[in-house]
């Protein structure tokens, strides 16, 4: 069972952060995406933490992301990128606008080849 109080706290110290980090396209971090409804990507650990790739920055505290995973899929709904040589998956149904308190640490930025991959593979889902 999930404790929804637990991570309910923790939200409302993130909501209480002052200074966002400064974050760019294409860049990783770990974000605290909390526990969420169904199927939707948890964060892991203490601080629900689960990395993520920017893909929009809006201005300097909200931008679109897309939660990451090592499993591997391959269907149109995922796009495979490498992190410090590791491969990764980019998980495009679940693109969303988070605000920057929610950012903890930068784990590094894909290459420009991988960006550009994810964000054709994100417009192509778009009708």
Known sequence: MKDF????KKKSR???????????????????LGLNVGYEQD????DYLRP???IRKFNNDICWIVPLT????????YAHIKILENESVAI?????LLDAKRFSHIVGKISDKD??????KLKDLIP
């Open 43 to 46: 964060g892991k650990g203490t």
């Open 92 to 96: 495009l149904s679940q693109l969303k």
């Open 115 to 120: 960006f550009k991959l994810v964000t054709k």
């Open 70 to 77: 090592h499993t591997l899929k391959n269907t149109i709904h």
């Open 52 to 54: 993520v790739l920017i």
């Open 14 to 32: 993130l909501d209480s952060i002052e200074q966002r980090p400064h974050f760019h396209e294409g860049e990783i971090w770990y974000a605290s």
């Open 5 to 8: 109080i637990d991570w309910h």
